[in-house]
């Protein structure tokens, strides 16, 4: 019989519902339209031998037997109309099994948790822009010289500079200033390598914490850095202050130094790892995240995770870089279906980990299935542009710290404020019900619409997702919904 493990829900929520060995039944009562809905707001996959089903509305999760699944197929060929979906698999399986089925799926459905309305638009529309958070480019330079760097080597297209103290106070008082009654505030410290401009961070970070004290606001800081300059003062720095670290580290030591060389030349891991690791014992192993690329050079990143993982570390993220097609290091969409199959190896290295007690974060597998983010979230994204922003060493504003320096998305400046509104407008209105490639797709609810900077270097529109980033995230969500059901049987 069906037997829900984890419950909740509503369609502005994620839930997680499983259901396996539907009953019998012999009066069926359809209580659903037919239509499209059936291919566009459901999603079936077998992973494994396991038979799941995506209610991508209402963010339910169904674990199904076989003959629940040939049932939901069929219904799906049919659109919904239970006498064409029996013609099609009913008789094979015998009334009784059909029909249990189907009142199992009307229960479902009255439920919420299959075939959920479509929320409206307007109803996840991101409200007036209210901003949250600040990449401080600090330092506008670096001591690597990465090949896949989107920051063209820490200059991101202008002159090598570093933050002053004061125009990151400005930052800070136009951050406070734009947040309005938003209480929880982040800053980013970014480059290039913002340690190489160490002492105007630390003279930032209190400034800032005094600032959201007046205004009676809480605040938290990031800083992600190659590693080279955690040297014990920034170290104690960092961990005082209560810092999340992205520390930038590719995997094993030849895809690393080939990748992220030293800007005199020669690999860079041997002088990070070590400063990286005690950086991460210092803390216990906690906040902290491994952010590493892979490429075309590697796309057996499986053993890249494997590295990170002997090296000591639990809480990683490896992303697939995104580059021009012409560069040697590019992934290119014939590179699909390997990399989909790596994520099924690095699906079998999370399970050998866990299974033997020692199980890591790896970002991607980290959906949330019973209490994800609000239905604005889900449709709109990541908020560059309206609830983040960048700002240069200048004081220049642009929605992320991926797009800098490109003209078209120049914003204004921290002293005179936003100049160009329409611009911060339609990073605003970027919506996934309204955006042709993310209309059909069953995954839209999960990434918003996905970046809208990689969207823009790719296909030349924030609104237009790159395909292939697209295919494998949603690869990945099928890995996590699949790790996830592993758990909860």
């Known amino acids: 019989m069906y037997r829900p493990l984890v419950g909740g829900g509503g369609p502005d929520r994620h839930a997680c519902v499983l259901a396996a060995n539907f009953g019998y039944l012999f009066d069926v009562e359809v209580p659903w339209d037919t239509g499209p809905a059936w291919h566009r707001n459901l999603h079936v996959f077998n992973y494994r031998g396991r038979y799941i089903l995506v209610d991508v509305n209402s963010g339910a999760v169904h674990l199904l037997d076989e003959v629940a699944a040939a049932v939901v197929a069929a219904l799906r060929q049919a659109e919904g109309d239970v006498r064409r979906a ?69 200059r991101f297209g202008g002159q090598r500079q570093l933050m002053a103290a004061a125009t990151g106070r400005l930052a800070i008082d136009f951050l406070v200033r734009a947040s309005g009654g938003q209480r929880f505030l982040e800053i980013d410290f970014f480059g290039g390598e913002p340690l190489l401009n160490f ?35 920034a170290e104690d720095f960092l961990n005082r202050e209560g810092f999340q670290v992205v520390l930038s580290l590719d995997g094993r030591a030849e895809v690393h130094d080939h990748m992220r060389p030293l800007a005199g030349g020669g690999g860079s891991y041997a002088a990070v790892l070590p400063r990286m690791q005690r950086l991460v014992r210092s803390r216990r192993g906690e906040n902290y995240y491994i952010r590493g690329t892979y490429t075309g050079w590697n796309q057996d990143f499986t053993r890249d995770v494997r590295a990170i993982l002997e090296a000591g570390f639990r809480r990683l993220s490896l992303e697939p870089v995104v580059a021009p097609a012409g560069v040697p290091y590019a992934l290119k969409p014939e590179l699909v279906q390997t990399l989909c199959q790596e994520y099924d190896r690095l699906v079998d290295l999370y399970l050998e980990y866990r299974q033997g007690g020692n199980p890591f974060l790896f970002f991607h597998f980290q959906v949330d299935l019973t209490q994800g983010p609000c239905l604005a979230k889900r ?106 059901v592993c758990d909860l049987l």
């Open 86 to 154: 029996f013609a099609l698999c009913g008789q094979a399986m015998g009334t009784e099994a059909f029909a249990g089925v189907v009142k199992e799926l009307a229960d479902l459905y009255r439920a919420g948790s299959l075939l959920a309305p479509d929320p409206e638009a307007r109803a996840g529309q991101a409200p007036a822009p209210l901003l949250k958070a600040l990449c401080l480019h600090v330092a506008h330079d670096c001591n690597l010289r990465c090949r896949y760097c989107f920051a063209g080597t820490g």
């Open 379 to 484: 449709l709109a994204g990541c908020g560059a542009g309206h609830q983040y922003l960048a700002v240069t060493p200048a004081g220049d504003l642009y929605p992320c710290h991926q797009l800098v320096h490109e003209p078209e998305f120049y914003l204004g400046s921290v002293s005179r404020g936003i100049l160009f509104p329409e611009r911060q407008e339609a990073f605003r209105r970027v919506n996934v019900l309204e955006q042709e490639p993310c209309r059909e797709c069953w995954a839209r609810f999960y990434c918003g619409g996905g970046c809208r900077a990689n969207a823009w270097h790719v296909t030349g529109e924030i609104g237009w997702p790159d395909p292939l980033g697209c295919e494998l995230e949603k690869k990945r969500l099928e890995c996590a919904i699949y790790l996830q």
């Open 199 to 233: 002492t105007v961070v630390k003279e930032l970070t209190a400034y800032a914490r005094t600032r959201a004290a007046e205004a009676g606001k809480e605040i938290s800081f990031t800083l992600t850095t190659n590693g080279l300059l955690l040297e014990p003062e």
